[in-house]
C-alpha cells in the first residue's frame, strides 16, 4: 500500500512562516495532493487541492507546491487560529485514496 | 448550502456489525461521490472506500475490502457505510465526505463515533 510521509510537528511564531512537507513515491506524489487542516474534535477542512489550488475561502496565506516526490504546504503570516494538525492526500491513481499521518502545526 | 449529516454516535460488541449513514442536502445526491474516512482516537485519517451515487460503484482501500460495504439510497439522499466483525481496533470517528473533482473532498459530515467495547 501506498505510503506518505510528513514531519510529526512543525512550529512557528506568529507572523513567521512555516512549510510542511509531504513526501512519497512518484507514483504517491502526482498531480492530485491535497490538504486538510483539522483542529482538535473538529472534521477536516480542505485547504489545498491538485498540489496548489486554493477553495474559496480559505486565506492566501495558505499555498502548496511539489518538487518531485514532495508536496509542501506552507503557511505565511502565521496566526494563531492555524493552529491544528495538517495532513496531506494523494490519489493514488487506482480510483483509491491515502492519507499521510499528520503534522502537528504550534503557534509559540 | 451543502450540508453531510451523519447519524449519531454507536456502540457495539466485537463481532458485531455497524451502520453509518450520511444524509445530504443543498444539492443534487447523484451529481458528487461520496467517500469514507475514519479517524481512531490520536492517529491519523484513513481513507475507506467510495460510491459513485449515480450508478452505485464503489471503491475500497485493499485494508477494508470485504468487511466494508458503502450503499446509497438516491431516493433519500442518504449514503450508507456498514463494517461487519467489529473488533476494538474499529473504535474510531466515521466520516462521510462529497468530493467536486478528484481529491477535493471540500464538504464532510459531523463525524460519527463508534466504540467497539465488550
Known amino acids: 500500500q501506498s505510503a506518505l510521509t510528513q514531519p510529526p510537528s512543525v512550529s512557528g511564531s506568529p507572523g513567521q512562516s512555516v512549510t510542511i512537507s509531504c513526501t512519497g513515491t512518484s507514483s504517491d506524489v502526482g498531480r492530485y495532493v491535497s490538504w486538510f487542516q483539522q483542529p482538535p474534535g473538529a472534521a477536516p477542512k480542505l485547504m489545498i487541492y491538485e498540489v496548489s489550488i486554493r477553495p474559496s475561502g480559505v486565506p492566501d496565506r495558505f499555498s502548496g507546491s511539489k518538487s518531485a516526490n514532495t508536496a509542501s504546504l506552507t503557511i505565511s503570516g502565521l496566526q494563531a487560529e492555524d493552529e491544528a494538525d495538517y495532513y496531506c492526500s494523494s490519489y493514488t491513481g487506482s480510483s483509491t485514496y491515502v492519507f499521510g499521518p499528520g503534522t502537528k502545526v504550534t503557534v509559540l | 448550502q451543502v450540508q453531510l449529516v451523519q447519524s449519531g454516535a454507536e456502540v457495539k460488541k466485537p463481532g458485531a456489525s455497524v451502520k453509518v449513514s450520511c444524509k445530504a442536502s443543498g444539492y443534487t445526491f447523484n451529481s458528487y461521490a461520496i467517500h469514507w474516512v475514519r479517524q481512531a482516537p490520536g492517529q491519523r485519517l484513513e481513507w475507506m472506500g467510495w460510491i459513485n451515487t449515480g450508478n452505485g460503484n464503489t471503491k475500497y482501500s485493499e485494508k477494508f475490502q470485504g468487511r466494508v460495504t458503502i450503499t446509497r439510497d438516491t431516493s433519500a439522499s442518504t449514503a450508507h457505510m456498514e463494517v461487519v466483525s467489529l473488533r476494538s481496533e474499529d473504535t474510531a470517528v466515521y466520516y462521510c465526505?462529497?468530493?467536486?473533482?478528484?481529491?477535493?473532498?471540500?464538504?464532510w459530515g459531523q463525524g460519527t463515533l463508534v466504540t467497539v467495547s465488550s
Open positions: 465526505a462529497r468530493d467536486v473533482a478528484i481529491g477535493m473532498f471540500e464538504y
